[in-house]
């Protein structure tokens, strides 16, 4: 196990630097100039000195190679710049939107498992049945529903009917957590819902596939209750591709939520990221991928040792 | 009796005279100002770094422009008057060389210091000869500054090179916030990451992304302001969600402006708890056209363009979905440089007999033997409101007189590239600014090596001549015959660049918003005089 997490952690090296020579390359290609944008995109009469002397500050004069090797040696000492748009620290930046979007991510998690767990259960269990055909109404529309659709729709039930919208700005769990939880659960219910559609599916197949097992006929044989055999042998054997759906579908909500943000102007991580592309604020850019792909990481190496805890037979050695 | 013992009598008497007028002139109905309060209101950009000396976007002004003063400013209630601000006064020297203000006795900075000249020059410096590696956005316009003084604590003096008919103007810009000089001599760039001004609101809070939170300054040298306890600047980027807010009532107004749709929207759901002001913009679009391919190089081919436009037809029909309507020439319709009607029409592309002028445009793409159904591209940026609507509309126009154009939508940052590099045919354009003065309006349209804005590639002295001449003439008439001259060179007979239409500022808020009055400009509110009524 130990050799397993050391050799993990020595493989995150090379992929941080592919990913960094990547995201470095790709929005250099990208048309546009961040000082362009700054100081003529409103239709100000701006001389070219100043504009170039604006590039110059921010170093864009350089040769490519340079501005690279500048960054490299930056994320070497642990840092990750600042922000040309800004101005601010881009550890500051982020840290600002993490906690929302890791939050966010989280209570969707929540929601989806909630959800998914038992009705993915109940279809399974009572395969064929009303039941089984109501999970499956749930779950083909939650994967056909986007969440940026229902998020709109969720907006307009409130505002229609109440005259009431989330709170517009953020405030910290610790500070309030009434306010936290009434800005936060309307973008989570969007968000959790198309997320369970997905887990439910995998658990209903996954529990039926464990169903037909050997040791499962057997433990009828041995005249087990339907709710021992379900929970005590089937769930915790079928639990392992729903793990790696849910783990990595939270993977993907840290920098993934860019419309649902947008729709409930929420300010996490993807309204940072649409913000960064549009002012072209390579620092920033670079930084936030860099950020997402630790958290990809980070995630699916946790999820390599859930396997292990969930399931003894997975082995690392 | 001694004259000096009967001086406050009669200050008495003019003053309770004045009082009993001025409540007799008060309209039956109309409420004193209410003070308390936070106003909410929504921007939907955020701010890059805090300095207005260097940026140049609303999304700064509306959040922070609260904090600071100016030298002078433009009246936001009387648009386009210049009033005091920090300068209680000022005079020009008969050559119209030097600018002398006097400043403003008691104004103290946020932190308690107090104010004085030295801080308006080194602002000034700031702007007008900035050093080292600090940005002005503003310097090209103060070319004409040739060094500014202080010479006491209450005195700035500004001494010109020549004679200039918009400095003053150009002085009240809302870009010129007065910093303290300590600050600014420890470190130039300070100003970019923080706040602190004189003006009537002390800076709270700022989360990037969300909120701006201003606080009253008690200390504030207008007697009585600000009225409001604070405010809050919302940033919220979905259109959608900016009507959302102000429907649900966590805002009570956008200061830039909605589209007709959003207005109505708002309307409908909220009824007469909404005001609606509505304004000309000193925004437009233009069109471009990129003089270094043919067959654009012909002003033939130009002029068959914009004859093929019906600017008239086109404000009846775009201002029911889209934020534009006023039909006018280089200078804003409605404002103190703009060209009559009468005027205007005699101007290709503006006249009334639409199928005359097709005509007309037809003839002049076949002498320049350009044939029918020829194809060009129209590059635009991917802002749907207003370009995309205008765009449309352009080429639908130039449909009927034969051409055939693809409409290229990009984003922001790839339209500015390609325009820059003079990767186009034509692109729909724009101008915003602060002031109606031909000399911030008319800059642009210079040949390509004096305007870096000239994204046609063209050279026109005669332009370039007429441009200068307007700048240094004292009398308003004879500075107005060159602006028409200029206008005509530019739009009719050389039709290097095009308008289309003018832009109008739409402003749904809720009633309770008072002491506010929507003006050309979405640069100038700094709610100083604002306040609710509930």
Same mark, same amino acid.
């Given at each position: 196990? *130990?050799?397993?997490?050391?050799?993990?952690?020595?493989?995150?090296?090379?992929?941080?630097?592919?990913?960094?020579?990547?995201?470095?390359?790709?929005?250099?290609?990208? =048309?546009?100039?961040?000082?362009?944008?700054?100081?003529? #995109? $409103?239709?100000?009469?701006?001389?070219?000195?100043?504009?170039?002397?604006?590039?110059?500050?921010?170093?864009? +004069?350089?040769?490519?190679?340079?501005?690279?090797?500048?960054?490299?040696?930056?994320?070497?000492?642990?840092?990750?710049?600042?922000?040309?748009? #800004?101005?601010? =620290?881009?550890?500051?930046?982020?840290?600002?939107?993490?906690?929302? #979007?890791?939050?966010?991510?989280?209570?969707?998690?929540?929601?989806?498992?909630?959800?998914?767990?038992?009705?993915?259960?109940?279809?399974?269990?009572?395969?064929?049945?009303?039941?089984?055909?109501?999970?499956?109404?749930?779950?083909?529309?939650?994967?056909?529903?986007?969440?940026?659709?229902?998020?709109?729709?969720?907006?307009?039930?409130?505002?229609?009917?109440?005259?009431?919208?989330?709170?517009? *700005?953020?405030?910290?769990?610790?500070?309030?957590?009434?306010?936290?939880?009434?800005?936060?659960?309307?973008?989570?219910?969007?968000?959790?819902?198309?997320? #369970?559609?997905?887990?439910?599916?995998?658990?209903?197949?996954?529990?039926?596939?464990?169903?037909?097992?050997?040791?499962?006929?057997?433990?009828?044989?041995?005249?087990?209750?339907?709710?021992?055999?379900?929970?005590?042998?089937?769930?915790? +054997?079928?639990?392992?591709?729903?793990?790696?759906?849910? $783990?990595?579908?939270?993977?993907?909500?840290?920098?993934?939520?860019?419309?649902?943000?947008?729709?409930? +102007?929420? +300010?996490?991580?993807?309204?940072?990221?649409?913000?960064?592309?549009?002012?072209?604020? !390579?620092?920033?850019?670079?930084?936030?991928?860099?950020?997402?792909?630790?958290? !990809?990481?980070?995630?699916?190496?946790?999820?390599?040792?859930? !396997?292990?805890?969930?399931?003894?037979?997975?082995?690392?050695? | 009796?001694?004259?000096?013992?009967?001086?406050?009598?009669?200050?008495?008497?003019?003053?309770?005279?004045?009082?009993?007028?001025?409540?007799?002139?008060?309209?039956?109905?109309?409420?004193?100002?209410?003070?308390?309060?936070?106003?909410?209101?929504?921007?939907?950009?955020?701010?890059?770094?805090?300095?207005?000396?260097?940026?140049?976007?609303?999304?700064?002004?509306?959040?922070?422009?609260?904090?600071?003063?100016?030298?002078?400013?433009?009246?936001?209630?009387?648009?386009?008057?210049?009033?005091?601000?920090?300068?209680?006064?000022?005079?020009?020297?008969?050559?119209?060389?030097?600018?002398?203000?006097?400043?403003?006795?008691?104004?103290?900075?946020?932190?308690?210091?107090? /104010?004085?000249?030295?801080?308006?020059?080194?602002?000034?410096?700031?702007?007008?000869?900035?050093?080292?590696?600090?940005?002005?956005?503003?310097?090209?316009?103060?070319?004409?500054?040739?060094?500014?003084?202080?010479?006491?604590?209450?005195?700035?003096?500004?001494?010109?090179?020549?004679?200039?008919?918009?400095?003053?103007?150009?002085?009240?810009?809302?870009?010129?916030?007065?910093?303290?000089?300590?600050?600014?001599?420890?470190?130039?760039?300070?100003?970019?990451?923080?706040?602190?001004?004189?003006?009537?609101?002390?800076?709270?809070?700022?989360?990037?992304?969300?909120?701006?939170?201003?606080?009253?300054?008690?200390?504030?040298?207008?007697?009585?302001?600000?009225?409001?306890?604070?405010?809050?600047?919302?940033?919220?980027?979905?259109?959608?969600?900016?009507?959302?807010?102000?429907?649900?009532?966590?805002?009570?107004?956008?200061?830039?402006?909605?589209?007709?749709?959003?207005?109505?929207?708002?309307?409908?759901?909220?009824?007469?708890?909404?005001?609606?002001?509505?304004?000309?913009?000193?925004?437009?679009?233009?069109?471009?056209?990129?003089?270094?391919?043919?067959?654009?190089?012909?002003?033939?081919?130009?002029?068959?363009?914009?004859?093929?436009?019906?600017?008239?037809?086109?404000?009846?029909?775009?201002?029911?979905?889209?934020?534009?309507?006023?039909?006018?020439?280089?200078?804003?319709?409605?404002?103190?440089?703009?060209?009559?009607?009468?005027?205007?029409?005699?101007?290709?592309?503006?006249?009334?007999?639409?199928?005359?002028?097709?005509?007309?445009?037809?003839?002049?793409?076949?002498?320049?033997?350009?044939?029918?159904?020829?194809?060009?591209?129209?590059?635009?940026?991917?802002?749907?409101?207003?370009?995309?609507?205008?765009?449309?509309? &352009?080429?639908?126009?130039?449909?009927?007189?034969? &051409?055939?154009?693809?409409?290229?939508?990009?984003?922001?940052?790839?339209?500015?590239?390609?325009?820059?590099?003079?990767?186009?045919?034509?692109?729909?354009?724009?101008?915003?600014?602060?002031?109606?003065?031909?000399?911030?309006?008319?800059?642009?349209? &210079?040949?390509?090596?004096?305007?870096?804005?000239?994204?046609?590639?063209?050279?026109?002295?005669?332009?370039?001549?007429?441009?200068?001449?307007?700048?240094?003439?004292?009398?308003?008439?004879?500075?107005?015959?060159?602006?028409?001259?200029?206008?005509?060179?530019? /739009?009719?007979?050389?039709?290097?660049?095009?308008?289309?239409?003018?832009?109008?500022?739409?402003?749904?808020?809720?009633?309770? &918003?008072?002491?506010?009055?929507?003006?050309?400009?979405?640069?100038?509110?700094?709610?100083?005089?604002?306040?609710?009524?509930?």
């Amino acid at each position: 196990m *130990t050799r397993f997490v050391i050799r993990r952690l020595l493989l995150t090296v090379p992929t941080f630097l592919a990913v960094a020579v990547l995201v470095f390359v790709l929005v250099r290609v990208v =048309p546009g100039d961040i000082v362009e944008l700054r100081l003529v #995109s $409103g239709g100000t009469f701006v001389t070219p000195g100043v504009v170039e002397a604006e590039r110059a500050r921010l170093g864009l +004069n350089k040769p490519l190679w340079r501005q690279f090797a500048d960054w490299m040696a930056g994320l070497a000492r642990g840092d990750l710049g600042v922000s040309m748009w #800004s101005g601010q =620290p881009i550890t500051r930046e982020i840290s600002l939107r993490l906690q929302l #979007s890791l939050e966010l991510a989280v209570l969707a998690t929540v929601i989806a498992v909630a959800l998914a767990l038992p009705l993915g259960t109940a279809a399974a269990v009572r395969r064929g049945t009303w039941v089984d055909h109501a999970v499956q109404v749930f779950s083909v529309a939650g994967l056909a529903t986007p969440s940026f659709w229902l998020g709109i729709l969720l907006l307009l039930f409130l505002l229609t009917y109440f005259r009431w919208l989330p709170p517009l *700005t953020f405030t910290p769990l610790w500070k309030d957590p009434r306010a936290n939880l009434l800005q936060l659960l309307w973008p989570a219910l969007a968000v959790g819902y198309r997320y #369970s559609a997905v887990a439910t599916r995998m658990t209903r197949s996954a529990l039926l596939e464990v169903l037909r097992e050997d040791y499962v006929r057997t433990a009828w044989a041995k005249g087990l209750t339907r709710e021992d055999i379900v929970r005590r042998h089937a769930l915790r +054997n079928a639990l392992l591709p729903v793990v790696a759906v849910v $783990g990595l579908e939270f993977a993907f909500l840290i920098g993934g939520l860019v419309v649902t943000e947008q729709v409930f +102007n929420l +300010n996490g991580i993807g309204k940072l990221f649409v913000d960064a592309v549009a002012h072209r604020d !390579y620092t920033l850019i670079q930084g936030l991928m860099l950020v997402v792909a630790a958290g !990809y990481i980070l995630v699916t190496f946790l999820l390599d040792l859930v !396997y292990a805890w969930i399931d003894p037979r997975v082995s690392y050695d | 009796m001694d004259p000096w013992t009967r001086r406050p009598r009669r200050w008495v008497l003019v003053m309770t005279a004045g009082l009993l007028l001025g409540l007799v002139a008060v309209p039956t109905g109309a409420q004193a100002p209410r003070r308390g309060g936070t106003l909410v209101f929504v921007v939907s950009a955020e701010p890059p770094s805090l300095d207005a000396h260097r940026e140049a976007t609303f999304a700064l002004i509306h959040p922070t422009r609260p904090h600071y003063n100016l030298l002078v400013k433009f009246d936001p209630l009387n648009y386009p008057k210049v009033v005091p601000d920090l300068a209680e006064s000022w005079t020009v020297s008969p050559d119209g060389l030097t600018y002398t203000f006097k400043i403003r006795r008691g104004v103290r900075f946020h932190d308690g210091s107090p /104010l004085t000249a030295r801080d308006i020059k080194a602002s000034y410096d700031k702007i007008i000869f900035p050093t080292g590696d600090v940005v002005s956005a503003r310097k090209a316009v103060y070319e004409v500054v040739e060094r500014v003084d202080a010479p006491d604590p209450t005195t700035v003096v500004f001494t010109l090179k020549w004679r200039s008919a918009s400095f003053l103007a150009s002085v009240a810009s809302p870009w010129n916030w007065i910093y303290k000089a300590d600050l600014l001599a420890q470190d130039p760039h300070w100003y970019e990451r923080n706040v602190m001004g004189t003006g009537p609101f002390r800076f709270v809070e700022y989360a990037r992304g969300s909120h701006w939170v201003g606080t009253r300054n008690e200390a504030y040298f207008v007697r009585g302001r600000p009225y409001l306890d604070g405010y809050r600047a919302l940033f919220i980027r979905s259109g959608a969600a900016q009507v959302n807010a102000i429907k649900s009532g966590q805002a009570h107004v956008e200061f830039r402006g909605f589209s007709p749709a959003q207005r109505d929207e708002i309307v409908r759901a909220l009824g007469d708890k909404i005001r609606v002001q509505e304004s000309g913009w000193l925004c437009n679009n233009t069109v471009v056209f990129n003089t270094r391919r043919r067959p654009f190089d012909d002003a033939r081919f130009r002029r068959a363009l914009t004859l093929a436009i019906d600017r008239w037809g086109g404000s009846r029909a775009l201002s029911q979905i889209a934020f534009v309507e006023p039909v006018g020439g280089v200078m804003r319709p409605g404002g103190p440089y703009a060209t009559p009607e009468e005027d205007l029409v005699k101007l290709a592309g503006y006249g009334r007999d639409i199928a005359a002028a097709r005509a007309e445009a037809r003839r002049l793409l076949a002498e320049a033997g350009v044939p029918e159904g020829f194809s060009f591209e129209l590059l635009n940026r991917n802002i749907q409101m207003p370009y995309e609507f205008v765009a449309i509309y &352009l080429i639908d126009q130039w449909r009927q007189i034969g &051409l055939n154009v693809r409409h290229v939508v990009k984003e922001t940052a790839a339209y500015l590239a390609d325009e820059r590099a003079g990767n186009f045919d034509a692109a729909v354009d724009f101008n915003c600014d602060f002031y109606d003065d031909p000399d911030a309006q008319l800059v642009k349209f &210079l040949s390509a090596d004096k305007s870096p804005l000239n994204y046609g590639g063209y050279t026109d002295r005669i332009l370039d001549r007429l441009y200068t001449e307007q700048s240094r003439e004292q009398d308003p008439a004879r500075r107005l015959r060159l602006v028409r001259q200029f206008e005509k060179r530019l /739009l009719d007979e050389r039709a290097w660049q095009i308008y289309v239409l003018w832009w109008k500022r739409i402003i749904p808020h809720w009633a309770t &918003l008072q002491g506010y009055k929507v003006g050309p400009s979405h640069y100038l509110e700094d709610l100083q005089d604002v306040w609710l009524s509930e």
